[in-house]
């Protein structure tokens, strides 16, 4: 019997779904079990396209699922909005959950029937980058890569050969190489906010590399992994004390890794040039709207007060589209990087927001996204 806070190590009771994934592939398992016994009506999972892209789909067809196995480090779309609506389960990194919880307050998702197996995630890069990393760091052609990992630090990629190379992600990260920005400062490593938190932290002895490390985190936790138990999809044994403190201990060197990062990135800026710094952060911004489309905590649509000031002759010397977006986000930015990606302008609008999101959600000792408490200012426009 499972039960919450059982902290399990696990893995597909299928030879083939085992070596497919990234880590004995108890995801795609428990994913598979959930649609074909049921408890599910479809699942949001990427669909490869090669090595380094996929998309998010959202099927009802196990193939799929299947088919999704593996992590895909160079793919840091936010899957947040694809669980809108729907009676799913997805996986997800702790920004894709924290996206969902967020749409979940605002009504878009509802949380009870919307189940989230979430990964442990130490970040993710961009696949263009990576590609050019490959070369130029590793000496690898990208079109040789079969697959890789993060241990102990190091960015490892396998080979068509059977060769890996690893190298320190701080030394790819002072090449210009790595991570995205958003992930380097990123507070949470460790979903603990989704149904179940999955990853390979704390896999030890002969499983490494080969099973998952799971903590059930509530009771729609323990539905997912008993339905996976009782369709015979996958095989589990509780954590040792040993492997518990391991995860323990590299969650917090992540997380000191992320502070220090924050504490370089957000420098203090002296009150009286804060409005400065802000408006020549948007100069170049051409209103082009993608930043709030991509943003999964943003629901209110086409018609909400940011848009209404969505237009350059409105603008007193800074876009008040921006203005406004910056007010109604500051309780709700997650931080997940996603308008940063989609910006044509080149503005680090990730950086901009958490910067302005971080002060009040300090204040009210309040973390968005990370339980369904409501945010100390929600308003949004409601349907
Ligand atoms: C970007 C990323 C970084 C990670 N970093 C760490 C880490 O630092 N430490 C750690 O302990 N674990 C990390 N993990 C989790 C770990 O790699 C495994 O995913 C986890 O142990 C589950 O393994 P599995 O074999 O059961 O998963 P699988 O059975 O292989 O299933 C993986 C599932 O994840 C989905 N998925 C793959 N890539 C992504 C993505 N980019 N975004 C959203 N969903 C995705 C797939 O669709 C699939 O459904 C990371 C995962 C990802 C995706
Ligand atoms: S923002 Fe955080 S959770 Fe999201 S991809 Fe980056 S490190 Fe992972
Ligand atoms: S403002 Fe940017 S970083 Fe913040 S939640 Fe929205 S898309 Fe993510
Ligand atoms: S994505 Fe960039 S250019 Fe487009 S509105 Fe947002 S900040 Fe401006």
């Not at 699942?43 to 396209?49: D, E, F, P, Q, Y």
Request: proline share 4%; glycine share 8%.
């Amino acid at each position: 019997m499972v039960e919450v806070g059982d902290k399990v190590i696990g893995y597909s009771t299928d030879p083939g779904v085992r070596n497919k994934g990234a880590s004995g592939g108890l995801v795609t398992a428990i994913l598979a079990a959930a649609l074909e016994k049921g408890l599910v009506e479809e699942v949001v999972v990427l669909k490869h396209i090669n090595e380094y892209e996929a998309i998010p789909i959202i099927t009802s067809d196990v193939e799929d699922v299947l088919a999704s196995a593996g992590s895909m480090h160079t793919v840091p779309v936010n899957l947040a909005k694809y669980a809108v609506g729907k009676n799913v389960a997805m996986p997800g990194k702790p920004c894709d959950i924290r996206g969902v919880i967020e749409q979940a307050k605002r009504n878009e998702v509802n949380i009870d029937n919307t189940y989230l197996i979430g990964l442990n995630c130490g970040g993710t890069m961009y696949p263009v980058q990576t590609q050019e990393m490959l070369v130029n760091m590793y000496d690898i052609d990208p079109e040789d890569v079969t697959g890789e990992n993060i241990e102990k630090g190091n960015l490892i990629f396998r080979t068509k050969s059977g060769e890996e190379k690893g190298i320190s992600i701080d030394e790819l990260e002072e090449a210009g190489y790595g991570r995205r920005l958003s992930c380097r400062f990123c507070d949470v490593k460790i979903p603990v906010n989704a149904d179940l938190a999955c990853g390979n932290w704390g896999v030890i002895g002969e499983l490494t590399g080969n099973a998952t490390f799971c903590e059930v985190m509530n009771e729609k936790g323990v539905r997912l992994l008993e339905n996976a138990i009782e369709a015979g999809y996958i095989e589990i044994e509780p954590a040792s004390e040993k492997a518990i403190a391991i995860r323990e201990k590299v969650n917090n060197v992540m997380l000191s890794m992320g502070e220090k990062w924050s504490e370089k990135v957000f420098t203090e800026i002296p009150d009286k040039e804060r409005t400065q710094y802000y408006m020549e952060q948007f100069a170049d911004c051409i209103n082009c709207g993608a930043c709030k489309e991509v943003c999964p905590a943003c629901t209110c649509g086409e018609d909400s007060k940011c848009t209404m000031y969505h237009n350059l002759e409105d603008n007193y010397r800074m876009s008040m589209f921006h203005m406004v977006r910056l007010m109604h986000l500051s309780d709700s930015c997650i931080g997940c990087g996603q308008c940063t990606d989609v910006c044509p302008a080149d503005i680090p609008v990730t950086t901009i927001f958490r910067r302005f999101a971080d002060k009040s959600q300090k204040k009210y000792n309040y973390k968005a996204g990370m339980t369904l408490e409501r945010p100390p200012f929600l308003e949004v426009m409601p349907r």
